[in-house]
């Protein structure tokens, strides 16, 4: 699948960032970690995408077929705009360009199989169109502090609420963690985990995500 990807403001502006990596962190919610079965982690559990993941959400999903279920993870997404490496937490906050909405996409039956083999989880969760984005809000018009509410509706049902205060690695301690053992640059996202009731997509399926009363975004599946 070739991508025309480019990271871009809520109002379809481009944002002026190469397309890097996203560095994404699983079991961030308790009560998801719980929901699948696993063990509560006592650090972040990271693993990445590709520039190849990232598609936009204003379009349809495209879900790769004939591989099992592909479960919806709804995140809040941080855009780094200032590179970083071996930072605090501080230096992390004043690093975010911006935030958007994004769906950590997972192939559930592939992911449970290379679990149950202890192989890496690339497979799973890292296939083209795997990080669909919205745009990006500046990052100085909105506070993770305040803990904005996530939430992801499906053909009218809530399946997805959780405020990011529920987070057991808030958004600049998880920055400051990923880049003590690796680099961020401009351009790289970071996918902070997702809140309990990730399930299944199907064909039609009508998605509205919001963060709080900031960022409502309305995608479906192809």
Not at 20 to 34: M, S
Not at 53 to 72: K, M, N, R
Not at 154 to 170: D, I, K, Y
């Amino acid at each position: 699948m070739t991508t025309t990807y480019q990271h871009r403001w809520m109002d379809g502006t481009p944002i002026d960032l190469p397309v890097g990596k996203a560095v994404c962190v699983g079991r961030n919610y308790a009560a998801h970690a719980q929901e699948l079965g696993n063990d509560i982690p006592d650090s972040p559990l990271l693993f990445m995408k590709p520039a190849s993941a990232f598609c936009h959400l204003d379009s349809p999903l495209t879900l790769p077929t004939g591989q099992g279920e592909v479960h919806h993870e709804i995140e809040l997404v941080a855009l780094i705009g200032e590179p970083l490496r071996q930072t605090d937490k501080d230096t992390a906050r004043f690093a975010v360009a911006g935030y958007a909405l994004g769906l950590d996409l997972t192939l559930r039956d592939v992911q449970n199989r290379l679990k149950q083999q202890g192989h890496p989880w690339e497979r799973a969760k890292a296939f083209d169109g795997a990080a669909p984005l919205s745009g990006f809000i500046d990052a100085r018009g909105i506070s993770v502090r305040q803990q904005p509410k996530l939430t992801l509706s499906v053909n009218g049902e809530l399946r997805q609420s959780g405020h990011t205060g529920l987070m057991l690695f808030p958004t600049f301690e998880l920055i400051a963690h990923i880049n003590q053992h690796f680099t961020l640059e401009p351009g790289d996202v970071v996918f902070t985990g997702t809140p309990a009731g990730v399930g299944a997509l199907r064909s039609g399926d009508q998605l509205v995500m919001t963060l709080g009363n900031i960022l409502t975004v309305h995608t479906s599946v192809a």
